[in-house]
């Protein structure tokens, strides 16, 4: 494998009214920010559009036009990924498990610290310490 190629992950952003992340759990019990990868010709939008219909069962507006947080990192799987984040609005929270999300929750800052959170998704703890100390 060529230690230069990234994978793209595409990520959903929703928070609730207390400023909490919603998080999806996987069946391996480690949770993740809902989205998934880009597949090719895929566009960013229609990447997340599709992960949130797979994953929750949910439809999602995409609010930003392009990624509003981006980092790139190691995943358990030992593939540098490239984690493009773009807000979203659920309509519902009528989650449906499914093979790929048995639960979803929403995580504070204390929360994310201590919960098994994928490591793809660590770095978001950055920006979220600085939402908490803005909110101030």
Known sequence: M?????????KGLFFDERGRILLVREPSDVWDLPGGRLEHGET????LRRECREEMALECEILDPAPHWAWSARDRDGLWKVVLCFRIRLAS????ASDECVAVDFFDVSGF???SVAPQTRPLLHYLRGLSASSL
Not at 44 to 47: L, W
Not at 93 to 96: H, K, S
Request: glycine residues 0%.
């Open 44 to 47: 960013f939008h229609a990447a």
């Open 2 to 10: 060529d230690r230069r190629n990234f994978h793209v992950t595409i």
């Open 93 to 96: 929270l009528a989650f449906t």
């Open 113 to 115: 610290e201590s919960a």
